[in-house]
């Protein structure tokens, strides 16, 4: 199963994430040529 991890430094506590990994989850489905159901995405926030 495909899985991107997207880290950052910037705490994403209160954060509405949802639009940007849908969009994100889409681009890479696309990209990688599998379904969106298939894939594991996930945010790690403050990691530096």
Known sequence: ???L?????????GVDTSSILSEAT???A???GKPEA??????NG???
């Not at 991890?5 to 506590?13: C, G, H, K, M, P």
């Open 46 to 48: 403050s990691t530096f």
């Open 1 to 3: 199963m495909p899985c």
């Open 30 to 32: 696309k990209i990688i």
């Open 5 to 13: 991890n997207l880290s950052t430094n910037i705490s994403l506590d």
């Open 38 to 43: 298939g894939s594991d995405f996930g945010w």
């Open 26 to 28: 889409k681009s890479v």
